[in-house]
Structure formats: structure tokens, C-alpha cells
């Protein structure tokens, strides 16, 4: 069963750069044909699908947030990142990662971690 963790500051000022690793068990990264992503959801609003890192090292990202983000992996340690640079309060959300087999729907996720950007 693969398995997800996500890690990283729970506070970030605005900004900065948030900056959060993806732990990944039970599966390899680089397993055809799989896409790692990362979701948030800001308090009381649905699921923000923010981008996602392929199988192949390709990189995809939501239109919206493509100017400030980043997705990149250590296939070493079996870990992605995401950068998010320039935050704002707005961007105030849990953050989750996730397999997706399409791009877009998860089939496995992690538990997901709070960030809240405040100075």
C-alpha cells in the first residue's frame, strides 16, 4: 500500500517561500505511469489542485499558480517538493500530496499538513 507524508514549516510569512517535501512508502516515484501532485484546501473552500510531477521528471502546473510554483523530486530518497513562492494569507491552506494515476484524481493521498502564512 503505497503511502504518503507530507512535511514542512506550519508557518510561513508573507512572502516568503513555503516549502514542503512529499515522503513517499510503499511505491516508487519513478513508477510508470503514476503522477505525484499536491492539492490544497483553504479554509472553507474545496480542493485546489496546484500541480504535479510525472513519472518521467515532467512537470505540470494549475494555470493559476504557475508563476509561483515549483515541483522537483530526489528519486534517491523518494521524496518531491513543492515550492510556493510570494505567499499571501490567501494562500493559507492544508496541503496535501497525492498519487494520481490521471492527472487530476487521486487515488492515494496523504493525511495533510496545516500552513498558515502570517507574520
Do not use: H
Amino acid at each position: 500500500q503505497v503511502q504518503l507524508q507530507e512535511s514542512g514549516p506550519g508557518l510561513v510569512k508573507p512572502s516568503q517561500t513555503l516549502s514542503l517535501t512529499c515522503t513517499v512508502s510503499g511505491g516508487s516515484i519513478t513508477t510508470n505511469y503514476y503522477y505525484w501532485s499536491w492539492v490544497r484546501q483553504p479554509p472553507g473552500k474545496g480542493l485546489e489542485w496546484m500541480g504535479a510531477i510525472a513519472y518521467s521528471g515532467s512537470t505540470y502546473y494549475s494555470p493559476s499558480l504557475k508563476s509561483r510554483t515549483s515541483i522537483s523530486r530526489d528519486t534517491s530518497k523518494n521524496q518531491f517538493t513543492l515550492q510556493l513562492s510570494s505567499v499571501t494569507p490567501e494562500d493559507t491552506a492544508v496541503y496535501y500530496c497525492a498519487r494520481e494515476r490521471i492527472l487530476g484524481t487521486a487515488d492515494y493521498r496523504g493525511q495533510g499538513t496545516q500552513v498558515t502564512v502570517s507574520s
